[in-house]
DNA sequence: GTAACGATGTATCGGATCGATACATCGAAG
DNA sequence: CTTCGATGTATCGATCCGATACATCGTTAC
């Protein structure tokens, strides 16, 4: 999954290590908080060995012992890496639903293409569908088992998922009739500033 | 945190491994769809090893090669466990404001103090309000940088995390006046079926 | 001037957890 | 009478996190 994502930032442009975690942080906002550096190290040997990505390390050639620079590695998607990134875009599978493999696919859906945006979308949709479910039968059946506080829990858990299938259903609606991520589907007002929507 | 929620559940009541996974998934509900066995057998038996439960393998003494019934491992509490369960009950530290650490606490609160209840709810809307003012950030200083997708996974992090500090604070208001956790603080009416208040 | 401090920067280790897999029993449906 | 789904125990490889260590750089404070 973070493989996706730094082979997608890279793309952008070139990086090294730390710029990558705060661009990281950036991108992914809510859906990962902070990328832990023995994650991402380990992630960015793994995809060099893949040759994915090319590790630039800039030992000033004539100057060694002058200031002695410690190794800022300065890292690039290859040609290889970035036939990588569109295989792991166009694909959709059970992982794709998950709350990190979802975050992370939407955080590149520029990228992606509409019909894979699409499947994408369903294929999360019926997942917090089938978690929605599962809350409502747990309020239906277990209310006398649980205490209070755990019954609070499934209720806001259960909150989430109606807002988030909703959030979803907007998304998708979107996408069939064409117009831009965050365009209002028609009936109901924006909640949030207009994403300056100059093209007509 | 796995290790609370199992201690939790087997102060109830006696479990084998199975039942325990299907208790985990209704207690924890949305916090964590369901345990891992690659998660739970090991945990058992790290809990088994350091004596806070017991394994009871029913070998019918002197029916071994009737039937051969495979081993149901039966999970109990010892009282050293239950001491431990008290210990991480109480403890509140930064784990315990994270999305899995807060959510196995909180639903445990019913045996939790009123103290230690404000302390981790506390501790939780602090933790919210740094992610939600991360976001805000982001949104204010990265529009243009970031394409309308990305933006608009941003924008619906938002509203979740203000959604939840809300939450947190009406529940934060309940736990100072005494009222049950489910209860309406007062002016705003709840948005879930009433948890039936029958008692006025 | 220089010492301290916080941001930048690379890297590893142990531990928690997941997903896939394997294997075995049992009752019910076909 | 056999196949299938629910019940049940268990392990393996891989991913990821949190803590930790260490080094450089610029600014601020003494």
Redesign the interface.
Known sequence: MLELAILGLLQESPMHGYELRKELA??????R?AISYGTLYPTLKRLHTAGWISENVPDGDTVPPLTSRRGRVVYKITAEGKERFADLLAQAGPETYDDAGF?VH?????RTDRATRLRILEGRRRRIEE?RE??RE?LAR?TDR????????????????E?EVR?LEE?ISNERSGR???APAGDSPP??PS?HQDRP
Not at 149 to 161: F, I, N, P, V
């Open positions: 950036t991108k992914l906002g809510t859906i908080a975050g939407f955080a590149f859906f520029a978690r599962g809350l747990i277990a649980l205490d209070a506080y755990t019954l609070e829990l499934q209720r806001h858990g259960l909150d989430a998922c807002r959030w998304l831009s991520p965050a909640a949030y994403p």
